[in-house]
């Protein structure tokens, strides 16, 4: 009798089959014979010459990305696994937060949103929202029309000295808010790829 974690590694390598057939288009018992003889031990050169038969004819390119695929999304479920366990130790883990992280596609997607929950070490914006500033960026994100300064100066403790203190520490809090955003931080990177160029010149000086 299977235990569920076993069960759940079972779907985990299934969903990983299924996806794998739909990529390079064949048939999911293709990616099962496949995957049965490179876990085996077998190359892919191997199987692509010697082992026809078994996989009804995969050639070696659609072995070698099949190879490629299947190393890849088992690290990515390996990680999911270690990020679902990770936020549920922290108390964190709600029904909305684990679909998000079940439906993570990629590892780039899974490590956006696990950021906001990974341990780190005691950060400026931390710092900042320890004296008391996070309802100052929470009202500087919501109306930006306001005066910082003025605002900024309601602010004033023990820990925080003049308004350009305060300002900096609302700065930070924002500023990692920003960057623990997975769907802003995904959209940025998208962007950067498809529209973003790299331009090159010669220093001033040098030939």
Do not use: C, H, M, N
């Given at each position: 009798m299977t235990t569920p974690v076993e069960q759940a590694a079972q779907q985990a390598q299934q969903a990983i089959g299924r996806k794998i057939a739909e990529e390079l288009g064949v048939r999911e018992g293709q990616v099962k014979?496949?995957?049965?003889?490179?876990?085996?031990?077998?190359?892919?050169?191997?199987?692509?010459?010697?082992?026809?038969?078994?996989?009804?004819?995969?050639?070696?390119?659609?072995?070698?990305?099949?190879?490629?695929?299947?190393?890849?999304?088992?690290?990515?479920?390996?990680?999911?696994?270690?990020?679902?366990?990770?936020?549920?130790?922290?108390?964190?883990?709600?029904?909305?937060?684990?679909?998000?992280?079940?439906?993570?596609?990629?590892?780039?997607?899974?490590?956006?949103?696990?950021?906001?929950?990974?341990?780190?070490?005691?950060?400026?914006?931390?710092?900042?929202?320890?004296?008391?500033?996070?309802?100052?960026?929470?009202?500087?994100l919501a109306d930006p029309a306001q005066d910082p300064a003025a605002l900024a100066g309601q602010y004033l403790n023990e820990s925080v000295a003049d308004g350009a203190a305060a300002l900096e520490g609302a700065r930070a809090i924002l500023v990692e808010r920003f960057g623990e955003d997975a769907d802003l931080v995904g959209s940025l990177r998208e962007r950067m790829w498809t529209r973003g160029r790299l331009v090159a010149t010669v220093r001033e000086g040098k030939e």
């Open positions: 014979a496949a995957v049965e003889l490179l876990d085996g031990g077998a190359t892919v050169p191997f199987v692509a010459r010697y082992r026809k038969e078994a996989t009804d004819s995969l050639d070696d390119a659609q072995l070698r990305t099949l190879e490629e695929r299947l190393r890849y999304l088992r690290e990515l479920e390996e990680r999911r696994a270690a990020v679902l366990e990770s936020v549920e130790a922290q108390g964190k883990l709600d029904d909305e937060l684990r679909a998000r992280i079940l439906a993570a596609d990629s590892k780039a997607r899974l490590e956006d949103i696990y950021l906001p929950f990974k341990p780190k070490r005691r950060t400026k914006a931390q710092i900042a929202r320890e004296a008391g500033l996070e309802p100052l960026a929470d009202t500087l």
